[in-house]
């Protein structure tokens, strides 16, 4: 989930858009009571736009990447010398799905600020270690899992040339994100001859070992 905030200048046209992604369940008496409803819940996530801070903390999908995408975009374009902080846990989504963020990070004149809660896997991994180098951080008790990215179906049915194109597009998508994730870390890419699963699961300190983080969030009991 993708929390939000906005105002109802001109300058935050484009956040008050956004908003009206957000999904607000309500009775039938209708249509003030949801409007009341997507105020508040506005109100209280002011602090995170604020704070440029982004939460990804679900399953990505299109619609949920192009939002983020969007505010990454909306906070570069509002100040583009300060940092945005995206808060990742999860497995994140599909390769297709969550390379249009990858992209976003890569492309933005404003440093991203990428913290680890929980545990990751997969793209949300990618997002991870794409954020601005220095600035990645971890939770101590976080785990980040390293396993190829949730493929899209393939269709199974149909001519074997159309098969075999699926299953080495499959393929292509699974060495470009291992290529990246080398890009980006000491992580070197899996011999597929010697390693079968191709997943690891480091602790926070082994990650920052393997430059998937650049420093370790101390709890604030031990300052």
């Not at 505010?71 to 989504?93: C, H, P, R, V």
């Not at 699974?174 to 079968?196: A, G, M, R, W």
Request: net charge neutral; glycine share 4%; proline share 3%.
């Amino acid at each position: 989930m993708v929390f939000f905030k906005t105002s109802f200048s001109k300058k935050n046209e484009m956040l008050v858009n956004l908003s009206k992604n957000l999904i607000i369940k309500s009775d039938t008496n209708g249509f003030e009571k949801m409007n009341s409803i997507k105020i508040n819940l506005l109100k209280k996530h002011t602090n995170f736009i604020k704070e440029r801070i982004i939460f990804l903390n679900s399953e990505i999908t299109d619609k949920e990447a192009n939002q983020i995408v969007q505010t990454l975009y909306y906070f570069d374009i509002e100040n583009s010398g300060k940092e945005i902080k995206l808060f990742i846990n999860g497995a994140g989504g599909t390769f297709y799905d969550c390379m249009p963020i990858y992209d976003a990070i890569q492309s933005i004149k404003s440093d991203v600020t990428t913290i680890c809660f929980g545990q990751i896997s997969s793209m949300s991994t990618l997002l991870l270690v794409a954020g601005t180098k220095g600035k990645r951080f971890a939770f101590p008790n976080s785990r980040i899992i390293i396993n190829q990215p949730e493929e899209q179906e393939v269709n199974v049915e149909g001519p074997v040339e159309d098969i075999n194109i699926n299953i080495k597009q499959l393929l292509s998508t699974k060495q470009t994100f291992y290529k990246l994730l080398s890009y980006h870390t000491n992580f070197s890419i899996p011999n597929e001859e010697n390693n079968t699963s191709n997943m690891y699961t480091l602790s926070a300190w082994e990650a920052l070992n393997l430059g998937f983080i650049d420093n370790i969030i101390e709890p604030v009991f031990f300052k």
